[in-house]
């Protein structure tokens, strides 16, 4: 738990002080190549509860494509930390853009107390949780405020995996206790989502 409260730290300080360097060296506007920041909330919708999550991608824009890394809490069903790689093309409607976009990446665990409580289902230890998969894509709206800033709404689709493993016992009568073979539960978590936020 340590380790990954840790990594997420460095990952988020890691980014920031990337933004601000970049922000810092950019060139104006005629330049074909831009970096950007890109920092959204977003809404998940699925068969779970609805949860929301939040993310920071970062990354340099030639002329209309975008390329960038990502890093985000994801608190649907499971709490998660994606990282993924992120792509973008946009599409001039006037002052303002219409774009798509797509991700692909890891979906790290980072499982609460009460989680791990939840999907217990004996008495000898806490169920394993492993790592798996994340990716999304979408739709985008984005309206410039000024040279360097925006603010976006983008409507779209996003999957994560998650496995457990779990040991179930067996108390015959009054005991004594046995595990038996661990049960492996593979979860692919569907959602729709919405996100908010603002371009640097």
């Known amino acids: 738990m340590k380790n990954k409260k840790y990594f997420l730290f460095f990952s988020i300080a890691w980014f920031v002080c ?23 909330f977003g809404f998940l919708e699925g068969s779970a509860p609805s949860a929301f999550q939040v993310q ?3 990354g340099v824009q030639y002329k209309s494509w975008f390329g960038g890394i990502g890093i985000g809490i994801d608190y649907y069903r499971f709490r998660s930390i ?4 992120d792509f973008r ?12 976009y797509g991700g692909v990446g890891a979906n790290f665990t980072w499982i609460t107390d009460k989680e791990k ?4 289902l004996n008495y000898f230890g806490n169920a394993d949780f492993k790592n798996g998969w994340y990716y999304d894509a979408g739709i985008g709206y984005k309206v410039p405020l000024n040279n ?8 779209g689709f996003s999957h994560k995996t998650t496995t457990v493993k779990n040991a179930t016992s067996i108390c015959p009568f009054v005991g004594p206790c046995y595990l038996i073979t661990p049960e ?17």
Not at 82 to 85: E, K, V
Not at 89 to 96: D, H, I, L, R, T
């Open 18 to 40: 990337v933004s601000c360097c970049a922000q810092e060296s950019k060139k104006n506007n005629s330049s074909l190549w831009q970096y950007h920041s890109i920092n959204q």
């Open 56 to 58: 920071t991608i970062n």
């Open 89 to 100: 093309k946009e599409f001039s409607v006037g002052k303002n853009y219409v774009y798509v």
């Open 148 to 155: 360097r800033v925006a603010i976006f709404i983008s409507p």
């Open 117 to 120: 409580s939840d999907y217990n």
């Open 82 to 85: 994606p990282l993924f790689a």
């Open 184 to 200: 492996t539960y593979h979860y692919a978590m569907n959602r729709l989502s919405v996100n908010l936020g603002l371009i640097f």
